[in-house]
């Protein structure tokens, strides 16, 4: 006569092990999900805030000081077109930048480029030595012209986990309409 196997404790032992499993995609669900709530959440007050700008130097102003701390990274910087070139700016400065080196710029990237970098781009500026990672936004204006936003971390892995490329092209696409707005406009 045969013996009788007992399945129980391995059909036991597999199920707690999904159990455990299942348990540790749940918490990691979780926890993405507040991630992403608090960049989008940080993503909305970046915008608020510009669209509170009086006028285009306020704008850059937002943007170079005040979105570091709101989107919780280290460096912003954005150059755009501005008559007669264009202009870029950083937390150090607003200057004139040529409007060629801003346009084979812009044109190389694709609408969102986020990425580690052992250097950050030059239109960081001084701070492009200490920018280990990076999201390079392309603002498109309504004219067909070009400018970037660059947002940059001193540490890597920093701005691959940052909420999408979605949301930092809502956050280009914001920055296009009001600098597009103001450029048109008497206040520019």
């Known amino acids: 006569m045969g013996s009788v196997h007992s399945f129980e404790d391995r059909a036991v032992a597999r199920l707690r092990a999904r159990l455990g499993a299942a348990e540790e995609a749940n918490q990691d669900l979780i926890a993405f999900a ?14 608020l805030a510009v669209m509170e700008s009086p006028n285009l130097a306020a704008l850059t102003g937002t943007v170079t000081h005040d979105w570091p701390a709101v989107l919780n990274i280290d460096h912003c910087a ?3 077109p501005h008559e007669p070139g264009a202009l870029h700016a950083t937390r150090d400065s607003v200057a004139s930048l040529d409007p060629v080196i801003l346009s084979r710029a812009a044109a190389a990237l694709p609408p969102v480029t986020v990425r580690d970098v052992a250097r950050g781009h030059p239109l960081f500026g001084p701070a492009c030595a200490t920018v280990r990672a990076e999201a390079l936004v392309r603002i498109d204006l309504a004219s067909g012209d070009r400018g970037l936003l660059l947002l940059g971390q001193c540490r890597s892995p920093g701005l691959a986990d940052c909420g999408g490329n979605e949301l930092l092209r809502f956050l280009g696409q914001s920055l296009a309409a009001m600098i597009g707005g103001w450029r048109t406009g008497a206040d520019s």
């Open 34 to 47: 507040r991630g992403h709530h608090g960049t989008v959440s940080a993503i909305h007050r970046a915008v």
């Open 78 to 80: 954005l150059a755009f």
